[in-house]
């Protein structure tokens, strides 16, 4: 059972930043993709980020230019730059197998954007 492990979230001001990381606990395994989403309250969760094995990215319109992502393996990244209180959510990571979702939700990490 693959189990991934979201940290890095926290408080910040507008404009901020923080780097998320998703790193699996536990396990090894082979993922041609690894994704970034999150949920706000009230919302659906949502797709973020998408990173392949061979590095091809993918981002919502949302955050184009000032979130990426990144991977070192199965462990993946999210720097999240120029926060808006409109990023405040719960971010999760997953990660896919030829389309096959490899872990159950995990709790994810809180990011919460206010002055």
């Known amino acids: 059972q693959v189990r991934l492990v979201e940290s890095g979230g926290g408080l910040v001001q507008p404009g901020g930043t923080l780097r998320l990381s998703c790193e699996p606990s536990?396990?090894?395994?082979?993922?041609?993709?690894m994704n970034w989403y999150r949920q706000a309250p009230g919302k659906q969760r949502e797709l973020v980020a998408t990173?392949?094995?061979?590095?091809a990215t993918n981002y919502a319109d949302s955050v184009k230019g000032r979130f990426t992502i990144s991977r070192a393996k199965n462990t993946a990244y999210l720097q999240m730059n120029s926060l808006t209180p409109e990023d405040a959510a719960v971010y999760y990571c997953?990660?896919?197998?030829?389309?096959?979702?490899?872990?159950?939700w995990g709790q994810g990490t809180q990011v919460t954007v206010s002055s």
């Open positions: 536990g396990s090894i395994f082979n993922s041609d993709v």
């Open positions: 990173i392949t094995s061979s590095g």
């Open positions: 997953n990660a896919f197998l030829r389309g096959t979702r490899l872990s159950d």
